[in-house]
């Protein structure tokens, strides 16, 4: 047995030297979805979920059905919560001192700020999907 055939028995090709040898590896793929999913089970963690939830709801990269369901059970209410609120200061102003009344708007001010940034969440993703949705149909996928 030669050399060659001690270093590559199973090798018919004896002009062949261990340097020739190739090893072809496929490069690593990236990850599509570089952020580590969070479970939810601390504080934390569920905020950190709310958020995401939010960031692609305002950036339009979710399905049309998600945006409606998000209109109906959480934009509706947020808008009826304001109205609600607004109508409590407008009758308030009626009969009050003004430092009551001041201090009245201030403490319902706070209550529309939750609702209004949800509002506004829903607005911009839903904005977000009808640009998007109209340069497909122009034919300009940016």
């Given at each position: 047995m030669t050399q060659n055939e001690e270093?590559?028995?199973?090798d018919s090709d004896q002009s062949k030297t261990w340097y020739n040898l190739r090893v072809n590896i496929p490069p690593e793929l990236p990850n599509p979805y570089p952020d580590i999913l969070p479970s939810g089970f601390e504080p934390m963690?569920?905020?950190?979920l709310r958020g995401r939830t939010y960031r692609n709801l305002a950036t339009g990269r979710i399905p049309w059905w998600i945006i409606i369901?998000?209109?109906?059970?959480?934009?509706?209410?947020?808008?009826?919560?304001?109205?609600?609120?607004?109508s409590g200061i407008l009758l308030a102003f009626a009969g009050l001192f003004i430092i009551d009344f001041l201090l009245f708007v201030l403490s319902q001010g706070f209550a529309i700020f939750v609702p209004a940034i949800v509002i506004c969440i829903l607005l911009k993703g839903t904005m977000a999907k009808m640009g998007k949705s109209r340069r497909h149909r122009q034919g300009k996928h940016i």
């Open positions: 270093r590559y028995p199973f963690e569920v905020i950190q369901t998000s209109w109906l059970f959480e934009g509706i209410p947020s808008v009826l919560f304001i109205i609600l609120v607004l």
